[in-house]
């Protein structure tokens, strides 16, 4: 092997592990905040890639419909489970916070997607549908759960995989897409070929984590989402809801998928149940940094982009198995040294 | 007289099938400090914990004139109560500044600043260490961040669960002279205590429970003289103490 060979895998990995580690990043915020492992953060790559790849195919996706649908089941969920008589206006009030972005997303698609848009349109577009998914689904699957032990909440989560990897299937179909480059640029640094599409995918992971930074670092709503990590019970003594927290950290998980999903769709081809195994590896990245510390977190991913993409060139077949078994000596060595895990964290 | 600022009235509160809490009735007026003394296990805990909304209860619980049993714990916030748990329940990980933030998570960012400014006069310990992590206080610190915590709320009622707790004696006495600085700002407040005797000196009115229910009550000042009270709370023994 050469050195341009080596580059070139090592620039492969850096792309691939950069959409890890944010997946990862989003495991653990979900993680901290609702004690829900995020098994469906996959889906959402797969999601916006595939609602991206819709609208340039010059259709409106069904996950237009289906965005609209989540909205009304929440509202549904939110309302049944209020003891009060539910009047008019607490009606709208609800749906206005599940179902109103989803409707005006849907209502854009379908005057837009005819006209084939340009290509950061469509990606507003996607996110603007997928996003809100992410909140509607917290408080339909998980809100009711709150109390539960974190393994209630992961076979919920395995639930949620399942059935969005099926509906995945019904609005997409078993055909494989690949939307269109961002930006059709390709230059070369020294022997290696660079394209516009691998520089938005650094440059939105790095935007994307100081955004991140900025928001848990400085702002007050940040920091009542970390107070939620932390404590619980004393997050809920200053006010702030856990419901609420639930909800923005699905938000922001749901935005970091669909945003990865678009990233990535010019580059490979997905599949309905693509995600799965691209959240699988950001899920490698987080049990490294003990689904709690985000910045070995972000080591993690871009290492295992690296070490998945080396494995791919030399022991093609067995890239997937090299990739997980990472995760089998960083198990053993965190059970030594922490004792056996808790499951359920005690304040 | 006015209606209290808070009225209990048959509360019951059951872990399971046991109750913890049956049948109290307790009232704090405004601007009062109402203490509930007992020995350990007799509920007090429990109690506060129900008023707040922290564990589900059965009963009346009336604050400033709503009935409020249904609303749950965050909207009692908003509405003006607070509680310092027995457990502090501080956000460890974080500075003590970003605590007293958070403590103002449902006031404006005027409102934070201007209360910050009052905590800070009043717990000037917690201003030079307003960038220390919460988690590396002492005892005393972490109660006076807890409490500072909950002012940055702006509470109409404040609700202290055994201030006193693990403190060394002379931060107990610091830390009772602000509860009893803070009733004088305006603030209601209930205070559960193991440590009778102090509690009763600054208290106006107080309740003694036992086994989950109110076995007495009366004013603080009539309560501390009582004979069944000092020999059962405050130790026979020490009886020349109270002159």
Redesign the interface.
Same mark, same amino acid.
């Given at each position: 092997m050469d050195t341009t060979i080596l580059l070139f895998l090592l620039q492969d990995g850096l792309t691939n592990g950069a959409i890890y580690a944010l997946l990862g990043l989003a495991l653990v915020l979900v993680f901290a905040v609702t004690r829900v492992i995020f098994v469906p953060q996959g889906e959402f790559v797969a999601y916006g890639a595939l609602t991206l790849a819709t609208f340039d195919a010059g259709r409106a996706p069904g996950t237009a419909w289906l965005g609209l649908a989540f909205g009304l089941a929440a509202t549904a969920s939110e309302l049944s489970s209020e &003891? &009060?008589r539910v009047g008019l206006r607490r009606l709208l009030q609800s749906l206005a916070s599940t179902t109103a972005v989803p409707l005006l997303a849907a209502a854009a698609a379908f005057i837009v997607a005819p006209m084939r848009p340009p290509s950061w349109i469509s990606v507003l577009l996607t996110l603007a549908i997928i996003v809100p998914m992410g909140p509607n689904l917290y408080r339909i699957a998980f809100r009711p759960l709150a109390d539960g032990s974190v393994l209630t909440l992961f076979i919920a989560s395995i639930g949620v995989h399942f059935a969005m990897t099926g509906l995945g299937l019904v609005f997409f179909g078993a055909e494989g897409v690949r939307a269109r480059p961002l930006s059709d640029l390709v230059f070369s640094v020294g022997p290696i070929p660079v394209t516009g599409q691998t520089l938005f995918v650094y440059a939105a992971t790095i935007l994307a984590m100081t955004a991140l930074a900025l928001f848990f670092g400085r702002a !007050?709503l940040g920091? =009542?989402l970390? =107070?939620t990590a $932390?404590?619980r #019970? /004393?997050? &809920? #003594?200053? /006010?702030?809801?856990t419901e609420m927290s639930g909800r923005l950290a699905f938000a922001l998980a749901a935005l970091i998928g669909a945003l990865s999903g678009v990233l990535i769709a010019p580059m490979t081809t997905i599949y309905y149940d693509t995600g799965f195994l691209i959240g699988l590896k950001g899920f490698i990245a987080a049990i490294i940094g003990a689904l709690a510390s985000y910045p070995v977190t972000a080591l993690a991913a871009l290492a295992v982009g690296i070490i998945e993409s080396l494995a791919s060139f030399f022991a093609s077949n067995f890239k997937e198995a090299i990739v997980f078994t990472l995760i089998i000596p960083v198990l053993l060595w965190l059970s030594l040294a922490h004792g056996p895990a808790d499951a359920e964290e005690g304040? | 007289m006015n209606a209290p600022l808070l009225e209990i009235s048959d509360l019951h509160v059951a872990y399971g099938k046991v109750e913890a809490v049956t049948g109290v009735d307790i009232a704090v007026a405004e601007g009062a400090i109402i203490t509930v003394i007992g020995a350990n296990g007799a509920g007090k805990t429990t109690l506060l914990n129900a008023i $707040?909304g922290?564990l589900p209860s059965r009963g009346g619980i009336r604050f400033a004139g709503e009935a409020i049993d249904?609303t749950p !714990? @965050?909207s009692r916030?908003?509405g003006g109560m607070? !509680?310092v748990?027995e &457990?502090r @329940?501080?956000?460890? /990980? $974080?500075a003590v500044e970003?605590n007293l933030? #958070? /403590?103002?998570? !449902?006031r404006t960012r005027v409102e934070r600043a201007q209360t910050q400014e009052e905590v800070f006069t009043r717990f000037p310990r917690l201003k030079e260490r307003r960038r220390q992590l919460a988690g590396t206080l002492s005892g005393g610190e972490r109660q006076m961040l807890a409490m500072g915590?909950?002012l940055?709320?702006r509470p109409k009622l404040l609700m202290l669960d055994e201030p006193s707790l693990g403190l060394a004696p002379r931060i107990v006495a610091d830390v009772f002279e602000i509860v009893g600085a803070l009733r004088d700002s305006g603030v209601s407040i209930l205070l559960v205590e193991q440590n009778a005797r102090a509690a009763l000196r600054l208290a106006d009115h107080a309740y003694v429970m036992e086994l989950g229910c109110v076995v007495m009550q009366g004013k603080a000042s009539e309560m501390i003289a009582d004979k069944r009270i000092i020999e059962t709370y405050l130790g026979g023994t020490h009886n020349a103490d109270l002159a």
């Open positions: &003891r &009060r !007050l920091k =009542a970390i =107070a $932390m404590n #019970l /004393g997050a &809920r #003594l200053v /006010g702030v809801r304040h | $707040m922290v249904q !714990l @965050e916030v908003t607070c !509680l748990p &457990r @329940e501080l956000f460890s /990980g $974080m970003d933030l #958070l /403590g103002g998570f !449902l915590r909950a940055m709320a």
